[in-house]
Nanobody
Framework: QVQLVESGGGLVQAGGSLRLSCVAA????????MGWFRQGPGKEREFVAG????????RYADSVKGRFTIFRDNAKNTVYLQMNSLIPEDTAVYYC?????????????????WGQGTQVTVSS
């Protein structure tokens, strides 16, 4: 079992920045690929970004490319999502997810563990 705890959400004005963190409890974090997903009001959950076990490969949704950056610190069992140039459309609950394989995946069904989510609200 892997427990994931997100933090860093909040209310920010459009154009602002936030950094989300996800801490994983478990000794095998460094072997897992990690991902960030989000679910906006009235919307389905969608892939935001993913990173391989080593951090050497990352993928992004087109809607966040150039604005968001995913990175990880395996020594701290933590994955981050740096979000810049935020827009109101980024408003959502953001979820961290872990996959017991090393490569990045964009489908939520490919992930085995999920955090409880953290709310991000971007005001115009």
């Amino acid at each position: 079992q892997v427990q994931l705890v997100e933090s860093g959400g909040g209310l920010v004005q459009a154009g602002g920045s936030l950094r989300l963190s996800c801490v994983a409890a478990g000794q095998t974090f460094s072997t897992y690929a990690m991902g960030w997903f989000r679910q906006g009001p009235g919307k389905e959950r969608e892939f935001v970004a993913g990173i391989s076990w080593s951090g050497g490969t990352s993928r992004y949704a087109d809607s966040v490319k150039g604005r968001f950056t995913i990175f990880r610190d395996n020594a701290k069992n933590t994955v981050y999502l740096q979000m810049n140039s935020l827009i109101p459309e980024d408003t959502a609950v953001y979820y961290c997810a872990a996959r017991t394989l090393t490569n990045v995946a964009v489908s939520g069904s490919s992930y085995d563990y999920w955090g409880q989510g953290t709310q991000v609200t971007v005001s115009s």
